[in-house]
């Protein structure tokens, strides 16, 4: 009842405790305390810090009208071609936005040729 009492700031009549499990009890809340003030102001510094980002699209027709480019490695030029030819408005849209890549050889001898 004491430790109850001095945490709600209602046990001080001016005899201090002098049991164990008070001084226990009081650094276990403090220190409980300091973690989930640490916690929060961490978080709530993160989420003033970082832009929004745009939402995922999660379907082709919102993968379409969101980005500007798709890449698609070297072996992708079959998948281009079913895109363009497809009878799907959608399809033949993100088969024109796909660029295809360069071989990954050809990447590397590219990259330590221009340095």
Wanted: charged share 20%.
């Amino acid at each position: 009842m004491e430790v109850v009492g001095s945490l709600l700031g209602q046990s001080l009549y001016g005899r201090l405790s002098t049991s164990r499990s008070n001084h226990i009890l009081s650094a276990s809340w403090l220190i409980f305390c300091v973690v989930i003030g640490i916690g929060y102001r961490g978080s709530l510094i993160a989420s003033l810090t970082i832009p929004r980002q745009p939402s995922r699209p999660e379907t082709v027709k919102e993968l379409v009208t969101t980005v500007e480019r798709a890449t698609i490695g070297s072996y992708g030029m079959s998948y281009k071609r079913f895109f363009t030819a497809s009878d799907n408005i959608v399809y033949r849209d993100l088969g024109r936005l796909m660029h295809v890549g360069t071989p990954i050889k050809k990447g590397l001898s590219d990259a330590l040729r221009m340095k």
